[in-house]
């Protein structure tokens, strides 16, 4: 009885470590800086990217967002300039629900509003 007791206890255990949580949706944002392409210090070519403000109340998502956020420059309009108002997609995926931490954030494509 108290081996299938422990069993039990181990399977909700190792199933709650394994909730995923996911939250999509759109966001406003401030584009503050259009940075060019560059190199890392391991010489790899990196993209083009914004950087940008959210500008708008912080969602009710799996883990909160912060202010400042960046996507590469190719997720946006062909035109952006720093001063515009973009709304993106925002995906946020956390694998390992458990602990909230490890949390993706995948912002783009973005639009104007």
């Not at 500008?55 to 062909?78: I, T, W, Y």
Request: hydrophobic fraction near 40%.
């Amino acid at each position: 009885m108290r081996v299938l007791v422990v069993l039990v206890a181990a399977a909700l255990l190792l199933s709650g470590c394994s909730l995923e949580r996911e939250w999509k949706g759109d966001l406003a944002f401030k584009v503050t800086k259009v940075n060019p392409p560059y190199t890392d210090k391991s010489d790899k070519a990196k993209p083009a990217y914004v950087n940008l403000d959210l500008d708008q109340a912080e969602p009710d998502s799996v883990s909160p967002l912060g202010k400042k956020h960046g996507a590469d420059l190719d997720r946006f309009p062909s035109d952006v300039a720093v001063g515009d108002q973009v709304v993106c997609a925002v995906r946020q995926y956390d694998a390992n629900g458990f602990d909230g931490g490890n949390v993706e954030v995948t912002i783009g494509p973005c639009r104007r509003p």
